[in-house]
């Protein structure tokens, strides 16, 4: 069986190698690449891969890509397609885990390292498919040469005399059997802020804003309630999925679904229902158009 894959990397030159390297194992198959977040959002949603090779930490900023890709399939996808994360820095390997990707590569990427990632990869194919079992899974996927070729070629039919009766007998292929999972209707991201034991579940429209307190993070809601995270805005900025939020200062990361007024002139962003506003810097102008363009683009009229 053929396992697809779609490479998401904002520096083409890497998407090129990753494809050149992959395409060594004749069992994956090269669907697309992507280079920022909403085109990779976009071909995952439309190919729905068995695998994804995901760039986590960009250096086109612009491409807003990160691990909060993750958390956007999950929105829409009842079954969502392993991910390899490729970058250059180990930094972000421990953040990654938590979303359980199946590996974490550095670049420049290393055959043999490669090799280990696809037999995870493998290996968690088959976890999710119980009682199928893969022998020799790595003539599965290493790349054979001509003379191994021929010689399955010549396995595969088998010409067998019962009782002056010729018999052909041809290997059965088994398909792997689809994995029906119930339907979940689309819901909001639910954020769970975590310490010592205490868990507490926040759905993410409740959110108005993130304030950043040294190195933790005021989470603001629109009941008034404040909650605290020990976290960094700097690691919400990574998390967190930027269809909904989006960093317009050092200090302030907004839920652009409570955005009631932007005034660029004097560089503030307006909360519903209140008479909460925050400011935006320069440097983050931006993600603040960004957000202008993503409100218009919504059921809008502009008079």
């Known amino acids: 069986m053929s396992h697809t894959f779609i490479i998401i990397?904002?520096?083409?030159?890497d998407v090129t190698k990753t494809q050149a390297i992959a395409e060594r194992f004749r069992n994956l198959?090269?669907?697309?690449?992507?280079?920022?977040?909403?085109?990779?959002?976009?071909?995952?949603?439309?190919?729905?891969?068995?695998l994804v090779f995901l760039e986590i930490d960009p250096s086109d900023k612009k491409s807003n890509l990160s691990l909060s890709l993750i958390n956007e399939l999950y929105r829409y996808l009842r079954t969502v397609p392993k991910i390899i994360v490729t970058t250059t820095k180990k930094d972000l390997a421990y953040d990654a885990l938590q979303y359980e990707v199946v590996d974490y590569l550095l670049k420049p990427l290393n055959i043999n390292d490669f090799r280990k990632s696809i037999l995870k990869f493998d290996r968690a194919i088959q976890s999710d498919l119980p009682h199928m079992e893969v022998k020799n899974p790595v003539a599965t996927y290493e790349v054979l040469d001509e003379a191994e070729e021929m010689a399955i070629q010549q396995e595969e039919e088998v010409d067998v005399n019962v009782n002056d009766i010729e018999v052909k007998i041809t290997p059965i292929t088994f398909e792997k059997p689809t994995v029906v999972q119930p339907q979940q209707p689309?819901?909001?991201?639910v954020i769970c802020v975590k310490s010592y034991g205490d868990y507490r579940y926040i759905d993410s429209e409740d959110i108005l804003y993130f304030e950043a307190d040294n190195n933790s993070t005021d989470i603001h809601l629109n009941n008034g309630e404040m909650i605290t995270a020990f976290k960094t805005l700097k690691h919400f900025e990574t998390v967190l999925p930027t269809t909904q939020f989006l960093r317009i200062h050092n200090s302030y990361i907004i839920n652009i679904n409570q955005v009631s007024r932007i005034h660029t002139g004097n560089t503030v962003c307006y909360i519903?229902?209140?008479?909460?506003?925050?400011?935006?810097?320069?440097?983050?102008?931006?993600?603040?158009?960004?957000?202008?363009?993503?409100?218009?683009?919504?059921?809008?009229?502009?008079?």
């Not at 198959?29 to 068995?50: C, K, M, R, T, W």
């Not at 689309?186 to 991201?189: A, E, R, T, V």
């Open 9 to 13: 990397d904002d520096n083409q030159e």
């Open 29 to 50: 198959s090269f669907l697309a690449s992507a280079n920022n977040y909403d085109d990779g959002v976009n071909l995952i949603l439309e190919h729905q891969p068995h």
């Open 186 to 189: 689309d819901q909001s991201l």
């Open 272 to 303: 519903k229902n209140s008479t909460t506003k925050l400011p935006f810097s320069k440097s983050y102008k931006e993600n603040v158009d960004l957000i202008i363009s993503r409100i218009a683009g919504g059921n809008y009229l502009e008079i």
